[in-house]
């Protein structure tokens, strides 16, 4: 499967597996396995450089399993090479997010400007708090 130029999966990696699919379609659903799942071990890919697959397991860590495989499923249609051709496009996309590393934040500090406002709007709060509570001569 190729990702972009520099990134290829080849498919000895990619495992994938059939089964019916839920939802409307008639006797057809009954009949033929259109739903496909992709299996991919993303947590021991060569594929990958390093530092990409720890982004990618980072990132996706809720969609991993224990052993540290993707499992992709698409029944969006009733044939399966499209079913198949749509998991192939989410397992790119999710590599493509991971591509490019993360800008590292630059720490900043407050303007001056942003400060006193800050304080002038915590004054006004205050002020307003104040003028609701009386004076205890009023009870």
Request: with cysteine; hydrophobic share 30%; proline share 7%.
């Amino acid at each position: 499967m190729l990702v972009n130029p520099q990134i290829t999966i080849p498919d000895a990696e990619l495992r994938l597996s059939f089964s019916r699919s839920s939802g409307p379609g008639g006797q057809n659903v009954n009949k033929v396995n259109s739903k496909a799942t992709l299996h991919w071990q993303a947590r021991e890919t060569p594929s990958l450089p390093p530092d990409m697959r720890a982004r990618f397991v980072e990132k996706f860590a809720s969609r991993l399993t224990n052993e540290g495989e993707v499992v992709i499923v698409s029944q969006e249609s009733r044939d399966q090479p499209k079913n198949i051709e749509a998991c192939y496009a989410k397992l790119r996309e999710m590599i493509l997010a991971i591509i490019k590393p993360p800008k590292r934040r630059r720490a900043t500090r407050p303007t001056l400007g942003s400060k006193t406002r800050r304080l002038t709007a915590k004054k006004q709060r205050a002020q307003t708090k104040e003028n609701r509570r009386g004076s205890a001569k009023d009870e």
